[in-house]
């Protein structure tokens, strides 16, 4: 697969790089960090990072700005991204002579005409540095393991989840190793606005927890609007239910768009992502997510999780 991967790599000479909607650390990390890494070991070749600019994750690297004709006979690697709906990109990927798929969540669709998909790894920052001792002239900097640990630390809150390994460890020492600022990184991973120190105020004033322990908490339009967030910031919320010794599993609810409810759900131990399918959504067995249109939708789904602890 990887020898494949290395092939395409040398044939092209533009590479753009793609990861997935509402992006995470490990998203931009993982996209920041290969453009990085390839851009070093091939500095001829013209390598772009496409997508919406986030401004709460731009200290892990920005976007740019790439034009329609570039993607013709290009190659498109798109990383961290389960499924093409959630690709950030309007479309133009596929006049690319080549897509590769290089991703960490449960392989529900292999869009890419090479897909290296692997669930078992906590990140798709950690596949990336695995490439880098597999394939020949691909190396470690400094600069892409800023990226990379960046986004080992944001897929596992640092460390916290249950997809943490030794392996996990290994690889993080190994960036850790080039020099990098960690308790920068874990500090602007930590950090958080007066809004959503805010808002998180407001979840545990509003929060439900049922018997079983299963949290929820649902913030619709108007009130998500009182907080003024900037983008991606609402992310920052999504674990704080489960640091409550009570919740076995949880979801946050957001309206940012009338009758378009994004939810986050997550779990300490029994697998969720089941319930995100079933909704249209997927994710990995912990963590997962999806969008539905109507409240009776949030119901339902919130009594399958309920359902889940009482099942277990």
């Given at each position: 697969?990887?020898?494949?991967?290395q092939?395409?790599?040398?044939?092209?000479?533009?590479?753009?790089?793609?990861?997935?909607?509402?992006?995470?650390?490990?998203?931009?990390g993982?996209?920041?960090?290969?453009?990085?890494?390839?851009q070093?070991?091939?500095?001829?070749?013209?390598?772009?990072?496409?997508?919406?600019?986030?401004?709460?994750?731009?200290w892990?690297?920005?976007?740019?700005?790439?034009?329609?004709?570039?993607?013709?006979?290009?190659?498109?690697?798109?990383?961290?991204?389960?499924?093409?709906?959630?690709?950030?990109?309007?479309?133009?990927?596929?006049?690319?002579?080549?897509?590769?798929?290089?991703?960490?969540h449960?392989?529900?669709?292999?869009?890419?005409?090479?897909?290296?998909?692997?669930?078992?790894?906590?990140?798709?920052?950690?596949?990336?540095?695995?490439?880098?001792?597999?394939?020949?002239?691909?190396?470690?900097?400094?600069?892409?393991?800023?990226?990379?640990?960046?986004?080992?630390?944001g897929?596992?809150?640092?460390?916290?989840?249950?997809?943490?390994?030794?392996?996990?460890?290994?690889?993080?020492a190994?960036?850790a190793k080039?020099?990098?600022?960690?308790?920068?990184?874990?500090?602007?991973?930590?950090?958080?606005?007066?809004?959503?120190?805010?808002l998180e105020?407001?979840?545990?004033?509003?929060?439900?927890?049922?018997?079983s322990?299963?949290?929820s908490?649902v913030?619709?339009?108007?009130t998500?609007?009182?907080?003024?967030?900037?983008d991606?910031?609402?992310?920052?919320?999504?674990?704080?239910?489960?640091?409550?010794?009570?919740?076995?599993?949880?979801?946050?609810?957001?309206?940012?768009?009338?009758?378009?409810?994004?939810?986050?759900?997550?779990?300490?131990?029994?697998?969720?992502?089941?319930v995100?399918?079933?909704?249209?959504?997927?994710?990995?067995?912990?963590?997962?997510?999806?969008?539905?249109?109507?409240?009776?939708?949030?119901?339902?789904?919130?009594?399958?999780?309920?359902?889940?602890?009482?099942?277990?």
């Amino acid at each position: 697969m990887l020898e494949d991967i290395q092939k395409e790599i040398e044939k092209y000479e533009t590479i753009i790089i793609l990861r997935h909607q509402n992006p995470d650390p490990d998203a931009i990390g993982s996209q920041v960090g290969l453009a990085t890494i390839l851009q070093e070991a091939y500095p001829q070749k013209k390598i772009y990072v496409s997508g919406i600019d986030l401004p709460v994750l731009d200290w892990i690297g920005h976007m740019q700005d790439v034009s329609p004709e570039t993607y013709r006979n290009s190659l498109v690697i798109a990383v961290d991204t389960a499924n093409i709906e959630r690709l950030d990109n309007p479309g133009f990927y596929k006049q690319a002579g080549m897509v590769i798929k290089i991703d960490h969540h449960p392989d529900v669709d292999p869009f890419g005409d090479i897909n290296w998909v692997e669930d078992s790894f906590s990140s798709c920052a950690e596949m990336i540095y695995i490439m880098t001792e597999k394939i020949n002239h691909l190396n470690i900097s400094k600069k892409s393991a800023y990226s990379l640990y960046s986004g080992i630390v944001g897929d596992t809150n640092r460390y916290l989840y249950g997809e943490t390994s030794y392996f996990t460890l290994d690889v993080a020492a190994k960036l850790a190793k080039t020099g990098i600022n960690i308790s920068e990184i874990s500090l602007h991973e930590d950090e958080m606005s007066l809004q959503v120190a805010r808002l998180e105020a407001y979840i545990l004033d509003n929060l439900q927890i049922t018997e079983s322990g299963f949290g929820s908490i649902v913030i619709r339009k108007n009130t998500l609007e009182k907080f003024h967030l900037a983008d991606g910031e609402i992310d920052h919320v999504v674990p704080l239910i489960g640091r409550i010794n009570t919740v076995n599993n949880w979801i946050v609810v957001s309206e940012k768009v009338p009758n378009r409810f994004r939810i986050n759900l997550r779990s300490k131990k029994i697998a969720i992502n089941g319930v995100a399918e079933k909704f249209g959504g997927g994710g990995h067995p912990l963590a997962s997510g999806v969008y539905v249109g109507s409240m009776d939708e949030v119901f339902a789904l919130m009594k399958d999780m309920d359902a889940l602890n009482k099942r277990n």
